[in-house]
């Protein structure tokens, strides 16, 4: 049993080792998200990943009290010979937290059996808090291998305190806590709490862009104390050719985000050459004094475009001449007047230039005989009237038109 004892220590220190390089060197490049909820910042706000530790079993034999059995982020039970009595379980919703009075970190685990116990606050049944201590217990013991209960402690019939050493990993990066990234001002599912979630750690194609997105908006907010700490984003795509990028927006200035004023950051692309496989764009947050915050988007390319400015540019080239074109009409409409009226001693209408050839276009259109008809009755009422006494038919006059407005 003793050699048995040793060489499972053994394993376990150099799966811890392992465990804490593979996370170091992760964490160099991006804070990530890790696999499970058993995770906790300290203090400093390291990360430290407990995953390797999940389900492991940890036993407490008692004289006079029933034992007590802890499986590792799952749950907290009771054991004697008339069953078992569970104390809590351990989910994603439960505080696993750095410690500020006993121990380094603070677990704690709910809903447990409800006999006995079904006026406890909030109606959870029985709970557990489980104090973790890295390395060894306070009086020294436990230390190395797999660790074990210190001791426990019954607050009541419901409720029971655990103190817990267990060998604990390297720190990990420093997170930067309450940084988000999202899709909307109030979503966070590019970074969540300064951790890169599931599928945007890496180019994935289930959260790839198509090539018709031509851009996406993200959103960045902060703790407002610490929001000056966060810099200008950078950008890395791979292959280097193919897609263009730009950024744009507060974020990309360097502005400083917060919870109420969210920055944003418009991510510009155009695809000139066509790649079965997505482009792989990369874009990092530096924050100072802590591990930089970086996500990646996967970009598709099924075929080329053209770049957006140069629509923009067509654009703002019709709208300049269109607005050199107006005034010019007006400076030569008022110049004309002005000399068609002092000059040529024209006025009212008369004086606007063209208006001849507007007349003419217009006698045209209208026809001749009207026009000569009209002009006739306008000149000498007393014709009509005679004419209208003479006849019961209406008369048309031979001949062209004369005359001009």
Same mark, same amino acid.
């Given at each position: 049993m003793g050699r048995k004892r040793a060489r499972n220590s053994q394993m376990h220190g150099l799966l811890v080792a392992i465990v804490s390089v593979v996370f170091i060197m992760v964490g160099v490049g991006a804070v990530v998200v890790p696999n499970s909820t058993c995770y906790a910042l300290d203090d400093s706000g390291h990360i430290h990943d407990f995953s390797n530790l999940i389900g492991q079993l940890f036993e407490y034999e008692r004289n006079k009290e029933p034992d007590l059995a802890v499986r590792f982020c799952k749950d907290v039970e009771s054991r004697s010979q008339q069953g078992y009595v569970n104390f809590g379980r351990f989910d994603k919703f439960n505080q696993f937290i750095a410690s500020s009075e006993r121990g380094n970190f603070t677990q704690g685990y709910y809903d447990g059996d409800l006999k006995d116990c079904e006026s406890s606050f909030d109606k959870l049944g029985r709970t557990s808090q489980i104090n973790i201590f890295c +390395?060894? =217990?306070?009086?020294?013991?436990?230390? +190395?291998?797999? +660790? =074990? &209960? =210190?001791?426990?402690?019954? !607050?009541?019939? =419901?409720?029971?305190? &655990?103190d817990l050493a267990i060998p604990c990993a390297e720190p990990g990066p420093r997170v930067f806590e309450? %940084?988000?990234?999202? %899709?909307?001002?109030?979503?966070?599912? /590019?970074?969540?709490n300064g951790m890169t979630q599931w +599928?945007?750690?890496?180019?994935? /194609?289930? %959260?790839?862009f198509s090539t018709e997105q031509r851009d996406v908006t993200l959103y960045l907010t902060a703790i407002s104390a610490l929001s000056d700490l966060v810099q200008t984003p950078t950008i890395k795509i791979s292959p280097e050719k193919g897609l263009n990028v730009r950024l744009s927006g507060s974020g990309a200035k360097g502005n400083p985000p917060t919870t109420l004023s969210p920055t944003i950051i418009l991510v510009h692309w155009t695809c000139k050459k066509v790649l079965d496989t997505p482009y792989s764009v990369e874009i990092t947050i530096p924050v100072k004094n802590y591990d930089?915050?970086? #996500?990646? #988007?996967?970009?598709?390319?099924?075929?080329?475009? !053209?770049d957006g400015g140069e629509a923009t540019r067509g654009w703002a080239i019709f709208g300049i001449l269109s607005c050199i074109l107006i005034v010019a009409s007006t400076l030569f409409c008022c110049g004309g007047f002005v000399y068609r009226s002092r000059m040529q001693h024209l006025h009212g209408l008369d004086a606007i230039p063209g208006i001849a050839l507007l007349s003419a276009c217009l006698e045209t259109a209208g026809g001749s005989t009207y026009t000569r008809t009209q002009t006739d009755n306008t000149i000498n009422p007393f014709m009509n009237v005679e004419r209208q006494g003479a006849t019961?038919?209406?008369?048309?006059?031979?001949?062209?038109?004369?005359?001009? /407005?």
């Open positions: +390395g060894s =217990c306070p009086d020294g013991k436990c230390a +190395g291998g797999l +660790g =074990c &209960i =210190c001791s426990v402690a019954n !607050e009541s019939t =419901c409720r029971v305190t &655990i309450g %940084f988000t990234v999202g %899709f909307h001002p109030r979503s966070w599912e /590019i970074v969540y +599928g945007y750690e890496k180019p994935s /194609i289930e %959260f790839s930089p915050v970086q #996500f990646t #988007f996967a970009k598709m390319c099924a075929q080329t475009q !053209e019961t038919q209406p008369r048309r006059t031979s001949g062209g038109t004369y005359g001009s /407005i």
